[in-house]
């Protein structure tokens, strides 16, 4: 078995499809499309492909660390006491344990994660 992983940025397997949990959903109707393609330390390390269409919700990390990296779209994320700051394709950044805030996806995204589970 490989240690090196490529991430399928176009996969062609059924996505799981998903909806934010109602007391997270602020606005719009957001849907969610998951392709994970790697689970490693006993599920606490998560690697995949993620797209949202537009809404609001509330985004709260807890424990997880979260890389992401913006393939397609535009996302607003106002961290609470922070500002707003935007992404567009090609911009990555990191969720910290921890971080509160609200995630508004203004045009349908897709992103490479990797959720780091303590």
Same mark, same amino acid.
């Given at each position: 078995?490989? @240690? $090196? @992983? +490529? ?11 998903? $909806?934010? !949990?109602? !007391?997270? @959903? ?19 390390? @998560? ?9 609001? +919700?509330?985004?709260?990390?807890? +424990? ?9 779209? =535009? ?15 090609? !911009? ?13 996806? =203004?045009? +349908? =995204? ?5 959720? =780091?589970?303590?």
């Amino acid at each position: 078995m490989s @240690l $090196l @992983l +490529t991430i399928d940025t176009e996969p062609n397997f059924t996505p799981k499809q998903s $909806l934010p !949990d109602p !007391d997270r @959903l602020i606005s719009g109707n957001p849907a969610y499309k998951t392709w994970a393609q790697d689970a490693s330390k006993g599920e606490k390390v @998560l690697t995949g492909v993620w797209e949202a269409t537009p809404g609001e +919700t509330h985004s709260i990390k807890g +424990t997880v660390y979260e890389f992401c990296h913006i393939l397609s779209g =535009v996302v607003e994320i106002d961290e609470k006491g922070a500002g707003t700051k935007t992404y567009r394709a090609g !911009d990555s950044f990191v969720m910290k344990p921890g971080f509160v805030g609200v995630w508004r996806t =203004v045009e +349908t =995204v897709r992103k490479i994660y990797v959720c =780091v589970y303590d």
